[in-house]
T-cell receptor, first 107, second 119 residues
Framework: DAKTTQPNSMESNEEEPVHLPCNHS???????IHWYRQLPSQGPEYVIH???SNVNNRMASLAIAEDRKSSTLILHRATLRDAAVYYC????????FGQGTILTVHP | GAVVSQHPSWVICKSGTSVKIECRSL??????MFWYRQFPKQSLMLMAT?????????EQGVEKDKFLINHASLTLSTLTVTSAHPEDSSFYIC???????????????FGDGTRLSIL
């Protein structure tokens, strides 16, 4: 699995966009970039994943740098329910969770 | 869709007893399931990969005689913590992937976890 680096914490206001960065400079060509999030006392929840192209789904967008050494998870309009720990993982197969980014959303 | 159910959600037991945790994929078949452990304020740590019909693959440093995994069907994997001690107290989480191959990029679907407290 690729080593990933994320900010320890970020803050946002409700209904504003949030850009969560992730560096994965050692990612291999076959590793996908996965994003999961975890609310307190719950299991993680899948958010989005991609390989090279930008990806969109109902939850978020994933912007992948052309050299694949970094990516950004975009929440278009943050809600209070989006407050969680967000994990960026570079892997194919098993998932190795790092420390993630604690996202705080202010009303 | 893609729901994973984990049971029990919370268990307290005395030191020395064994505890079984069940993980079920409710609406899909899972050849492979994963077991994680999470200590307070820490990230998830992969313990083992559970393969239907074969032996589990344990991560380095995880005692396979301590954490028994059985994956008897395509929808059920169990983790038994044998002779549990207070240091085994943790949040145990399972996940399953709706895919045939272990090495797949398909998302993992997680259960809600089991909080285990050993007195």
């Amino acid at each position: 699995d690729a080593k990933t680096t994320q900010p320890n914490s970020m803050e946002s206001n409700e209904e504003e966009p949030v850009h969560l960065p992730c560096n994965h400079s050692t990612i291999s060509g076959t590793d996908y970039i996965h994003w999961y999030r975890q609310l307190p006392s719950q299991g993680p929840e899948y958010v989005i994943h991609g390989l090279t192209s930008n990806v969109n789904n109902r939850m978020a967008s994933l912007a992948i740098a052309e050299d694949r050494k970094s990516s950004t998870l975009i929440l278009h309009r943050a809600t209070l329910r989006d407050a969680a720990v967000y994990y960026c993982i570079g892997s194919y197969g098993k998932l190795t969770f790092g420390q993630g980014t604690i996202l705080t959303v202010h009303p | 869709g893609a729901v994973v159910s984990q049971h029990p959600s919370w268990v307290i037991c005395k030191s020395g007893t064994s505890v079984k945790i069940e993980c079920r994929s409710l609406d899909f078949q899972a050849t492979t399931m994963f077991w994680y452990r999470q200590f307070p304020k820490q990230s998830l740590m992969l313990m083992a990969t559970s393969n239907e019909g074969s032996k589990a693959t344990y991560e380095q440093g995880v005692e396979k005689d301590k954490f028994l995994i059985n994956h008897a069907s395509l929808t059920l994997s169990t983790l038994t913590v044998t002779s549990a001690h207070p240091e085994d107290s943790s949040f145990y989480i399972c996940s399953a992937r709706d895919a045939v191959l272990v090495w797949s990029n398909q998302p993992q679907h997680f259960g809600d976890g089991t909080r285990l407290s050993i007195l």
